[in-house]
């Protein structure tokens, strides 16, 4: 069995489209991963898809999507420091990884949060691989 992971933020354009990315490409070994808002948008940001393509991550294909879109019952929850609320999910772990969102910006703040976030997400895989991520229940990470 695998972790489900979700990362939530605003409109699900950008940041937690790039967790998800990274999450897939980093820890396909260990998660099922998926990304939501708790508002709607149109778009992913382009600037986000092109320097996620310049690492290899392609985002092409990614939409956003709603809380109400990805699995209720998840193992770890990361929010990206949206400054809002978001309604309760249920899951083993959350945490916040406090990222400033680069819209609007130009294309060197993308990069950079893109940057922070594949250590954070290295980070994650570590503390999970050691069994240091705390949760409510033990992760069973045997046969993944």
């Known amino acids: 069995m695998r972790l489900k992971i979700a990362f939530v933020c605003t409109h699900n354009s950008c940041r937690s489209q790039m967790a998800e990315g990274w999450a897939k490409k980093m820890g396909g070994h260990l998660f099922d991963a998926y990304s939501a808002g ?7 940001k382009p ?40 309604p309760y999910v ?4 959350q945490e916040d990884w406090g990222l400033d969102d680069p819209s609007g910006g130009p294309i ?17 895989i570590e503390r999970i691989e050691k069994g240091q991520l705390k949760a409510d229940k033990p992760f069973n990470l045997a046969g993944r």
Request: aromatic residues 4%; negative net charge.
């Open 108 to 124: 060197e703040g993308f990069r950079e949060t893109r940057d922070m976030i594949r250590e954070r997400m290295a980070d994650l």
């Open 38 to 44: 708790t508002e709607e948008y149109p778009e992913v």
């Open 90 to 93: 249920p899951n083993q772990h």
């Open 47 to 86: 600037d986000a898809v092109a320097v996620m393509a310049e690492v290899g991550v392609d985002l092409s294909e990614h939409y956003p999507k709603l809380i109400k879109d990805i699995p209720g019952n998840l193992d770890i929850l990361v929010t990206m420091g949206c400054g809002v609320v978001c």
